[in-house]
């Protein structure tokens, strides 16, 4: 499987929310639909079947439902990243506790799915990368005033988004870059870092503290640095199943 082409089965007893979510994954290329299923039972045939890299899953569905499909999915030796698409927000704390990597809500947001494929994309990357390990020597590249600075990532603290340029933070210095935080996101996630915020990156390595902060939001504390990270609360359960045993 390449990043170019990720095989995905939609699981949804409602037709018409299995239509609406292919339409709106029409616009991504590296998304293929390989099947659909209206049942948690004929979801898990398709999947033994297909072995999709990525399931779109319904939670409530009449007999068997997504959670206990996503039970199942556990026992799989290579089993598909699971985005739970649902109409009740009461279900996110159960989904993440069956190991899904997100949570769309019904009717489905554009610039959420998104992310979320951009999500999807990371973690793909950083699963070959790991299969690789030898893809991780490199160093990162950082341009700036008609000279390449090379910088070790595991020496990276965190990366933010300020105005029109890209700050790169470490322990020790400060570095900027031309570079967009999605592209450093692309570079990075198989050195462990995660996006906690739509203008933050964090080394995962370096959390040694998350407090609540407002409205479900919360910061976190980074090692080598007093500076306070904002974690979004759409990135707080995928933050905490990550980082946590």
């Known amino acids: 499987m390449t990043i170019q082409q990720i095989q995905t089965l939609i699981v949804d007893d409602e037709k018409y929310s299995r239509e609406e979510l292919i339409f709106l994954l029409d616009s991504y290329p590296e998304i293929t639909i390989v099947g659909q299923a209206s049942t948690g039972q004929e979801a898990v045939a398709k999947i033994?079947?297909?072995?999709?890299?990525?399931?779109?899953?319904?939670?409530?569905?009449?007999?068997?439902t997504g959670t206990e499909v996503a039970s199942v999915l556990k026992e799989m030796q290579t089993p598909p990243i699971v985005i739970f698409a649902t109409a009740y927000p009461q279900f996110a704390i159960e989904a993440f506790q069956v190991q899904a990597k997100g949570y769309l809500l019904k009717p489905v947001d554009e610039k959420q799915l998104a992310e979320t494929i951009q999500h999807?994309?990371?973690?793909?990357?950083m699963t070959q990368t790991q299969e690789n390990p030898e893809s991780t020597n490199g160093k990162l590249a950082l341009e700036a005033e008609g000279t390449i600075q090379f910088l070790e990532p595991k020496?990276?603290?965190?990366?933010y988004r300020d105005d029109k340029n890209t700050k790169v933070?470490?322990?020790?210095?400060?570095?900027?870059?031309?570079?967009?935080?999605?592209?450093?996101?692309?570079?990075?996630?198989?050195?462990?870092?995660?996006?906690?915020?739509?203008?933050?990156?964090?080394n995962t390595h370096y959390i040694t503290e998350m407090d609540a902060w407002f409205n479900g939001a919360y910061q976190l504390s980074i090692a080598g640095t007093e500076e306070k990270i904002p974690v979004s609360r759409n990135y707080v359960k995928p933050l905490r199943a990550k980082i946590e045993l």
């Not at 020496?155 to 990366?159: D, E, F, Q, R």
Request: glycine letters at 2%; zero cysteines; hydrophobic letters at 50%.
């Open 48 to 64: 033994m079947e297909l072995k999709p890299d990525l399931l779109f899953l319904d939670i409530e569905m009449p007999g068997m």
């Open 120 to 125: 999807i994309k990371a973690l793909i990357n």
């Open 155 to 159: 020496k990276v603290l965190y990366v």
């Open 169 to 202: 933070v470490t322990s020790e210095q400060l570095f900027e870059t031309k570079l967009t935080l999605k592209e450093l996101e692309a570079r990075l996630t198989s050195f462990s870092f995660f996006r906690v915020h739509k203008s933050y990156l964090v």
